[in-house]
């Protein structure tokens, strides 16, 4: 919301995103986010949006694993299903900064040539991870209801 209102000199856009309390730098490449137009704030308000999406969606997903944790629920569906979410939410993540970098393009704005980090790669890595964890999870289950099935 900030992106499309403010107006001082205070927000500023450059390498490394949206600054916040710092005046614009033209030698790093920081500009005043009140140069740019409307339709060109607004592409970087869905950029950002388009970057906490799925943080988001992890960190809620994540509140309900522990909530069924904190109920004695270990190795049922529904947690391995919410381990899954939060793998779809990793491998969102690691697609987020290609989408909003796109986005941040069409406005006409240059935004951070360098946009893909290591930390896309390590989130892909884990998103992965968490289906195979929750598929080890779903196992596990079976086997306890294997088990106690036998008398």
């Not at 941040?104 to 896309?120: C, K, M, N």
């Amino acid at each position: 919301m900030a992106a499309l209102l403010y107006d001082g000199p205070l927000l500023s856009f450059g390498p490394g995103g949206l600054w916040i309390g710092r005046a614009p730098e033209p030698a790093g490449g920081r500009v005043a986010l009140s140069a740019f137009a409307p339709s060109q704030r607004l592409a970087g308000a869905v950029a950002i949006c388009l970057l906490t999406t799925p943080i988001m969606f992890i960190l809620h997903e994540a509140r309900g694993l522990f909530r069924l944790y904190a109920d004695g629920i270990v190795f049922a569906f529904e947690n391995a299903r919410r381990i899954k979410f939060m793998g779809v939410g990793l491998i969102l993540y690691s697609a987020a900064p290609f989408v909003a970098n796109r986005v941040i393009i069409l406005a006409g704005v240059t935004s951070d040539p360098i946009w893909f980090h290591l930390d896309e790669v390590m989130s892909l890595i884990f998103g992965t991870l968490a289906f195979v964890i929750a598929d080890v999870m779903e196992f596990g289950r079976e086997i306890e209801q294997e088990r106690d099935g036998f008398v």
